[in-house]
Nanobody, 121 residues
Framework: VQLQASGGGTVQAGGSLRLACAAS????????MGWFRQAPGKGRRFVAR????????YSADSVKGRFTISRDSAKNTVYLQMNSLEPEDTAVYYC???????????????WGQGTQVTVSS
């Protein structure tokens, strides 16, 4: 199983970034794909998840209305569109694959390598 995350970078507050996670080696219909983030000195926190069918998504309250998770099944890729970024969004973002309605890192089976997002004020 391989989850390859990309798209991180540095942006000013109020700006946008789109992260991508290319997945391979999974039985896609089995897994729910998601994003977590980890700020310096903090634990890995849930951001959003989506089923491969795309019929169900869920986001953390801290990003609702600003971040949108989506997927392109033909490309086996999951995206995280991040708008109205705030300095508090600065973290390493990790792509994840788990089973069920997870919002805890404990229930993730596979992780991507992480991509840094830095939001300057």
């Amino acid at each position: 199983v391989q989850l390859q995350a990309s798209g991180g970078g540095t942006v000013q507050a109020g700006g946008s970034l789109r992260l991508a996670c290319a997945a391979s080696g999974l039985t896609f219909s089995t897994y729910v794909m998601g994003w977590f983030r980890q700020a310096p000195g903090k634990g890995r926190r849930f951001v959003a998840r989506i089923t491969w069918s795309g019929d169900s998504t869920y986001s953390a309250d801290s990003v609702k209305g600003r971040f949108t998770i989506s997927r392109d099944s033909a490309k086996n890729t999951v995206y995280l569109q991040m708008n109205s970024l705030e300095p508090e969004d600065t973290a390493v973002y990790y792509c994840a694959a788990g089973v069920g309605d997870y919002s805890s890192a404990r229930y993730v089976d596979y992780w991507g390598q992480g991509t840094q997002v830095t939001v300057s004020s």
